[in-house]
């Protein structure tokens, strides 16, 4: 633990251990706020869409990238103080803050989202088998409750023990699901927000929390990062998306697919019949790596140099999408990855899936010009990451499937 004595600032990051879950990018950013050697990280779990070995590995390789002359400090910064913890038990989270003790937490990087909680566990020998993945999206419709729950019943929470303990810094992990079927492409975060899944609620409703907070209070620094699709991994393949049971999402299924862990090796392509280019979705896929580096940014945005806030603001309160700027299809994004693995997909053409929408690319340029925030991995390379982790990890972190 970084005492009061320490340079290190401890932020709490909720979520840690996971990519980003399978949609999120805990441990890339664990890795990415460990790399500055200015932060100390806290991770808080429950371990129910992420593998606790994740953090080891983030650790392991933090370590490994410490110059010879690394100081007792630099070797501190790549430690992790981890807590198997439940955002959704105020005694849990409480018991962290109160280690730290009254203004001991500098920050808190609020990830963690609601996924896959309720999935049975097919195999109660094995404690990563589950049936079958859900998408939060698709999932929230089916367990609205337990998406309120622990997304909005517990972030509320988690600010309310912020504020008894001093603590008034929060970047928070939101979504491009925010926009529903946004009316003009790119997408300006100007743009209203309208969702048509609990889960995109859940979103919205945490914003608008997060910012009246704000309005409150002036002491409150917070930013609000709207992801759009992250992909890849560390080029390393030390750390990467392990999503449990057969992946919802597209890039780390084709991975699966290629990698011989998902029996049916036909794709299922969710209709081409959208008013895009080739008929399919289109999204907007930025490296994992720079969707991390996009909340050093914030982090370090709400420090007190910083001149991303107005001194004479109402409130200090910002969002922002994290994205390329760039629209790829499905088809395109399986011609990447055919290049990258070399396995001959074959796909067919089937219904829309339920909650998608024709294009989610992001307009990028406020976080570019107020953030100096950067996605400049192609997709190639974003594949060829993927890649690398999928078969140096065949059952991502798991001993079994
Ligand atoms: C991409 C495209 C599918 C699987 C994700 C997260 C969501 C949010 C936004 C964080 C879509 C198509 C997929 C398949 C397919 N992130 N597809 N066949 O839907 O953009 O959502 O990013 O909050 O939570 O899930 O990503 O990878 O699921 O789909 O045709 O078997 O691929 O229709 O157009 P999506 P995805």
Redesign the pocket.
């Known amino acids: 633990m970084a005492t009061h004595t320490s340079p290190l600032k401890n932020v709490l990051v909720t979520g840690g251990a996971g990519y980003i879950g399978a ?1 999120l990018p805990c441990s890339h950013v664990v890795y990415v706020l460990q790399k500055t050697r200015q932060y100390k990280v806290i991770s808080i779990d429950n371990n129910h869409n992420s593998n606790p070995a994740a953090l080891d590995r983030v650790s392991q390789l933090s370590k490994s990238e410490l110059p010879a002359d690394a100081t007792e400090i630099d070797i501190q910064s790549t430690e992790i103080d981890s807590h198997k913890c439940d955002l959704t038990q105020p005694d849990q989270v409480r018991a962290v803050f109160e280690a730290y003790g009254k203004g001991g937490i500098w920050g808190v990087v609020h990830i963690a989202v609601s996924s896959l909680s309720h999935v049975p566990k097919t195999n109660t020998s094995c404690p990563f088998s589950f049936s079958k993945a859900y ?3 698709g999932e929230s419709s089916e367990i609205p409750l337990t998406y309120y729950a622990n997304n909005v019943a517990a972030s509320v929470s988690l600010l309310q023990i912020m504020a008894e303990y001093d603590c008034h810094r929060i970047v928070y992990s939101s ?3 925010v926009y529903g079927t946004p009316p003009i492409i790119p997408i300006p975060e100007t743009t209203q927000m309208h969702a048509y899944s609990p ?1 995109g609620r859940t979103k919205i409703m945490v914003e608008h929390i997060i910012e009246d907070l704000c309005h409150s209070d002036r002491k409150w620094r917070a930013v609000s990062l709207r ?1 759009f ?1 992250p992909a890849g991994a560390h080029p390393s393949g030390q750390i990467g998306e392990d999503p449990r049971g057969r992946p ?4 780390p ?1 084709l991975a699966h697919m290629a990698v011989g862990r998902v029996k049916d090796a036909t ?4 209709a081409n019949d959208y008013p895009t280019p080739d008929g399919t ?1 289109v ?1 907007d896929y930025l490296h994992v790596l720079d969707l991390a580096s996009g909340h050093l940014l914030a982090l370090n945005a709400l420090g007190p140099d910083s001149n991303v806030f107005d001194p004479e603001a109402t409130d200090f309160y910002k969002a922002y999408n994290l994205g390329k700027g760039k629209g790829m299809s ?1 088809l395109q994004i399986v011609e990447a990855m055919r290049k990258a693995t070399g396995f001959d997909y074959k796909y067919e053409i089937v219904g829309r ?1 339920r909650g ?1 929408v024709p294009d ?1 690319t992001a307009d990028p340029s406020l976080a570019q010009k107020e953030l100096g925030f950067t996605a400049p991995q192609d997709l190639e390379t974003m594949c060829r990451d993927l890649w690398n982790w999928q078969t140096k990890n065949p059952f991502g972190y798991g001993e079994c499937y």
Not at 248 to 251: F, R, T
């Open positions: 949609i998408k939060a999206v979504s491009a699901t889960y992801y699709n919802g999402n597209l890039l299924l794709l299922k392509v969710f979705c999204r499905v899936r998608d989610l």
